[in-house]
């Protein structure tokens, strides 16, 4: 289980965030968290959508190249060294970690990381053996 996260390989020149943000705009596809790495040529935007079908069908019709991923949202306690402890847990069980970022979208007091994991489904019974949930919405 986990989200479904949306890649999006974008030039690095002005206005390309701008035309992906308002192709999803217009849809009516609303952005649950958002990241974006950059080379000097080309980044990655990764995003979490509502509508991730949809947003991958709007993407691809106005020419944007999409790939679809699942990763582990995990809503942790708002507060000092909860991040931390996850990434204990994740170190102790050999679960390598590809990339992370967090959303805005927690419930009061939470917090909710986004992992790509080297091997989802080992990260997924390591979170569940130690009662953390991964979201399958959010």
Do not use: W
């Not at 390989?9 to 701008?18: K, Q």
């Amino acid at each position: 289980m986990g989200i479904k996260q949306i890649s999006v390989f974008l030039e690095n020149t002005t206005g390309r965030l701008c035309e992906v943000t308002q192709t999803l705009a217009k849809a009516n596809i609303n952005l649950r968290a958002i990241s974006i790495a950059d080379t000097a040529d080309f980044g990655i935007l990764r995003l979490i959508a509502d509508k991730t079908d949809e947003a991958i069908n709007v993407l691809t019709a106005a020419g944007f190249t999409t790939r679809q991923t699942n990763v582990a949202a995990v809503e942790i306690d708002d507060r000092p060294g909860s991040l931390a402890a996850l990434m204990e847990l994740f170190q102790k069980s050999g679960i390598n970690i590809e990339y992370l970022y967090a959303s805005l979208e927690g419930s009061d007091g939470k917090a909710v990381v986004i992992f790509k994991l080297e091997n989802h489904e080992k990260g997924s019974e390591i979170l569940e053996k130690n009662g953390l949930i991964m979201a399958e919405t959010f």
